[in-house]
């Protein structure tokens, strides 16, 4: 695991895509894992000024992303759907057909912690079957909760877990509820990569910003390897690299942090 820790958040985003955009060139048909959230906005930013000012050419790439809300249509403004192609997508030469989000769409879902509805179980089994398709994902991105989730596997869940549909906590919530008008509309489910589906990726960035993060990264880094903790798994990793700014690591120890 590669901890870089950054200056602050602009910094840290250029990091990211640097890093990106060299994978890119290395590889034009990169499988890249994509993640929504605030904290990759500057990461999507500088790789549109990178396609538009440098030519970083996205025709070959494909995209998975992590994960959807249950119950949001694509054309709603806070579906991961809309979000992704508003603030990424449609300002980069990607082809549509190479783009993959999960679905938050199943009609009269009934859901429960005993079964998987048969037609969730079948689209996630489907998902799944993409990523192998295009041969795994080559880069995931990540970001991190307060809590330590990754994607939407939240504290407790299954570190050898596949693509499924999970319940929020009331912490990730309250976190996302900024982003709607109300608490109340928060999804309280959501269709998400597991932490095995992630893991298998072949490399993997995580982004952290701001000091509402600190125990998360610390947790993740220097922590022990457990569930309640989700992106602990990522010490792991045969290639994992943690790029912070330095609010976010202020809590860390470890002397293998590296200040860039």
Not at 2 to 10: F, Q, R
Not at 22 to 44: C, E, M, Q
Not at 55 to 64: A, E, N, Q, R, W
Not at 112 to 127: I, L, M, N
């Amino acid at each position: 695991m590669l901890v870089i820790v950054k200056e602050d958040y602009d910094a840290m985003s250029k990091e990211a895509a640097k890093i990106v955009a060299d994978r890119i060139r290395r590889k034009p048909n990169l499988v890249l894992g994509l993640a929504t959230g605030s904290t990759p906005l500057g990461l999507y930013k500088e790789l549109i000024r990178m396609h538009k000012e440098e030519g970083l050419d996205f025709s070959k790439v494909v995209t998975f992303n992590l994960d959807e809300y249950i119950g949001l249509p694509p054309t709603h403004d806070q579906s991961y759907h809309y979000f992704m192609w508003e603030n990424f997508f449609k300002h980069i030469n990607i082809n549509p057909a190479n783009v993959h989000i999960p679905q938050g769409m199943f009609g009269d879902l009934k859901i429960s912690p005993y079964e998987t509805d048969p037609k969730v179980e079948a689209y996630c089994q489907w998902y799944e079957e993409q990523i192998k398709k295009f041969g795994g994902i080559d880069l995931q991105i990540l970001g991190i909760g307060a809590n330590g989730h990754i994607a939407f596997n939240e504290p407790g869940s299954s570190l050898g877990s596949r693509t499924r549909i999970k319940t929020l906590t009331e912490k990730t919530r309250q976190d996302n509820s900024r982003f709607f008008k109300s608490i109340d509309e928060v999804p309280k489910y959501a269709i998400t990569m597991g932490i095995g589906t992630i893991m298998e990726a072949k490399e993997v960035i995580l982004l952290a910003s701001g000091e509402n993060k600190a125990d998360a990264v610390k947790a993740a880094v220097e922590g022990p390897i457990t569930a309640m903790c989700p992106a602990s798994m990522l010490q792991m990793h045969r290639k994992a690299i943690i790029i912070v700014d330095k609010k976010a690591a202020s809590k860390l120890s470890a002397e293998f942090v590296y200040y860039g």
